[in-house]
């Protein structure tokens, strides 16, 4: 390869056929799973020795590369070293994107990015305009290794106290990459997740930062470590910093009142143990998956509000899922603005463009569509409580690995349909539908104003 060509894989380009950027982002995703899906069925990929079922190992897979965390065999117990080695990379790829891996190796090698690729960079850190792009990434990878190398060394030292150093370190590196990437896989057997440290603070503070920290957005944790010398941020950074506040301290509250006296949840706690758990559990479901209390124990009044959570999800930019906190932020605007009589969204006394509030309405309509018509199927396909059904569906578009135990007794059809959730909710709607749908130009008339009545 010389100098100035690009690094990365060339797609084969034919006169009728020209890969647009959603296009090869949907493929990039495919080809990950698919290497994913053939690595994890080699025997000595399992301790066992046995191999893992094609569906198995597809939707573990996808789990992975969706940074979901729904499993269908146990992480911590199933799988090698060497398995859970491709679990742990799939993860990162899967996180922080393909491309942004290529970009990586790309600068290591120091060869040119070309225009193409910076296209493709955009769609894929949903970005709107190509300026930056490649200093963005750059600032992505850095911020990324920091944190997940900082807390991968906080839980190891916390975990070098119940197990053999080098464990210790592994679980740590696990760990940290599965929730800054909002993965939630872990390596605690027979499902149990984090239960056994519903009380510790130091791993709840940790994991919850991680999970924070990659859900949020590159874009913000730039401009925060920019807020030094600019003293200001952009107004995308304070609608996701706000919401997300508000998320969580809305989503403990709610958590904490309903569950306090439950005896599967958070009845047997003592009073700090409550607040880290309802704390805990109001992060986890943007998107990342990890449990420290029982989610199949919970009160259904608990069960659907964190429906509600999983499907609102991360921020733009980040390595989670959901419709995103800005999309909602929008919409919760809009509904605001029709309430007062106004034309105009403002927030932060900013007026936002009306094409925003089509993006969030068309955004948020597609996700309620897909979760209703996928949970539609697997309650016939599967048999079980329809909220049982939902949460799984919700936990699967939005990336979430949050599950009710519903996912490991799935028959092969609601593993390939939850597939195909995961794989959705990762491109988001949008690039999937701009990869599947025909390129049309904007149209050169406009058809006469019609009136209806609304409402």
């Given at each position: 390869m010389s100098r100035l060509a690009s690094p990365f894989p060339k797609f084969p380009e034919f006169k009728f056929l020209k890969l647009s950027p959603p296009q090869i982002l949907v493929l990039g995703f495919a080809a990950v799973i698919l290497v994913g899906?053939?690595?994890?069925?080699?025997?000595?990929?399992?301790?066992?020795?046995?191999?893992?079922?094609?569906?198995?190992?597809?939707?573990?897979?996808?789990?992975?590369?969706?940074?979901?965390?729904?499993?269908?065999?146990?992480?911590g117990s199933y799988f090698s070293l060497f398995g859970q080695t491709v679990i742990l990379v799939l993860m990162q790829i899967g996180g922080l994107g393909f491309m942004t891996m290529a970009t990586l190796f790309a600068l290591l090698l120091r060869r040119r990015i070309s225009l193409r690729d910076r296209l493709i960079l955009q769609e894929a850190m949903n970005q709107s305009s190509m300026e930056g792009i490649v200093r963005l990434i750059r600032k992505v990878l850095v911020y990324s290794l920091v944190i997940e190398a900082a807390g991968a060394v906080l839980l190891a030292l916390r975990w070098a106290a119940d197990m053999p150093l080098a464990r210790a370190l592994y679980y740590g590196v696990f760990h940290a990459v599965s929730m800054f990437n909002n993965a939630g896989f872990d390596l605690f057997r027979d499902y149990s997740g984090l239960t056994a440290y519903a009380n510790d603070p130091v791993i709840n503070l940790v994991v919850m930062l991680l999970i924070v920290s990659g859900g949020i957005g590159f874009i913000v944790m730039a401009d925060l470590i920019d807020y030094r010398k600019t003293r200001r941020l952009l107004l995308h950074s304070k609608v996701v910093l706000t919401m997300t506040a508000a998320l969580i301290l809305t989503g403990a509250a709610v958590i904490f009142v309903f569950e306090f006296t439950n005896a599967r949840t958070l009845g047997p706690l003592n009073i700090g143990g409550k607040i880290w758990a309802a704390f805990f559990q109001s992060v986890a479901p943007r998107t990342a998956g990890p449990n420290t209390v029982d989610i199949g124990g919970m009160r259904q009044a608990s069960q659907f509000f964190i429906v509600m959570l999983m499907f609102i999800g991360a921020s733009p930019g980040s390595t989670g899922g959901g419709i995103k906190t800005t999309t909602f932020t929008l919409m919760i605007g809009a509904v605001v603005s029709m309430l007062r009589g106004r034309e105009d969204i403002v927030l932060f006394r900013y007026r936002l463009a009306q094409e925003r509030v089509f993006k969030a309405l068309t955004i948020t309509l597609l996700a309620v569509l897909l979760i209703v018509t996928v949970s539609m199927i697997l309650s016939t396909t599967e048999g079980w409580p329809f909220l049982m059904i939902l949460f799984e569906t919700t936990s699967a578009f939005a990336t979430v690995g949050l599950t009710m135990g519903v996912t490991p007794e799935l028959t092969d059809a609601g593993k390939i349909l939850l597939c195909l959730t995961m794989f959705a909710g990762r491109l988001g709607l949008l690039t999937l539908a701009y990869a599947l749908g025909p390129k049309q130009g904007k149209p050169l008339y406009k058809y006469p104003e019609g009136k209806m009545i609304i409402g």
């Open positions: 899906t053939l690595l994890l069925m080699l025997p000595f990929s399992s301790t066992s020795g046995h191999s893992l079922t094609f569906i198995d190992a597809l939707f573990t897979a996808t789990s992975a590369t969706c940074v979901t965390g729904l499993v269908v065999v146990d992480t």
